[in-house]
Structures are given as C-alpha cells and as structure tokens.
C-alpha cells in the first residue's frame, strides 16, 4: 500500500520559514520523482517543485524560486521542502504528490499525500 504522509504545517509571519517533509511508504524508490503542489482558496492546484529520484534534478515554480528548496533524504525515504521568506500568498494547502517525472515541470501524479495547511499572516 502506498503511502504518502506529510508533516504537519503551521502558521508563520511573513518573511519567516518552515519545512515540511514527505515521508513514502510502499513505492519502489526510483520509479517515481516527488513533487509538492498547493493549492490556494478559490484557485487550482499549482506544482510547486519536485525531485528526480535518480539524479536529484529539481525543479522549481517561478514564484518560489530562491526561495524554496527541495531535499531528498533516501536513507529515510523522506523529501522535504524548505520554504523560506514566506509571503501571504504562499498559503495553501501543500500536498506532496508521486508524480511521473521532473523536468520542466511536475508529471502526472500517481499518488497523493493527504494535504497540509500552511498560512502566511502577520
């Protein structure tokens, strides 16, 4: 059974940081890349980065690059994703997802993590 389980988010100021991270259960560890998408109140799910599982390329969205960092630790299957001067317009719930692949974007998903609530407010 596959499992995709994310830490817990939170609320922050803006300019402030949190990571979250993905730990994966279940999926063969190369078959997939991991990716992160959030989605805003009133708008569509948007990919946000992902990693490649064997190289580790990574890609970013244009609105969070500098600012986020996509990580991969194998030993524990886990990915995180480090965000960092946070702007009220990164709230969202942020899913990390088993996507096909990552290049210039985020492929399909074949599995989702179940959401988590990150909010941006001073």
């Known amino acids: 059974q596959v499992q995709l389980v994310e830490s817990a988010g939170g609320s922050v100021q803006p300019g402030g940081s949190l990571t979250l991270s993905c730990a994966a259960s279940?999926?063969?560890?190369?078959?997939?890349?991991i990716g992160w998408f959030r989605q805003a109140p009133g708008k569509e799910r948007e990919g946000v980065s992902c990693?490649?599982?064997?190289?580790?390329?990574?890609y970013y969205e244009d609105s969070v690059k500098g600012r986020f960092t996509i990580s991969r630790d194998n030993a524990k299957s886990t990915v995180y994703l480090q965000m960092s001067t946070l702007k009220p317009e990164d709230t969202a719930v942020y899913y990390c997802?088993?996507?096909?692949?990552?290049?210039?974007?985020?492929?399909?998903?074949?599995?989702w993590g179940q959401g988590t609530q990150v909010t941006v407010s001073s």
């Open positions: 997802a088993a996507v096909a692949w990552c290049l210039d974007g985020l492929g399909s998903v074949a599995y």
């Open positions: 279940g999926i063969t560890r190369d078959f997939y890349a």
């Open positions: 990693i490649s599982p064997s190289d580790g390329r990574t």
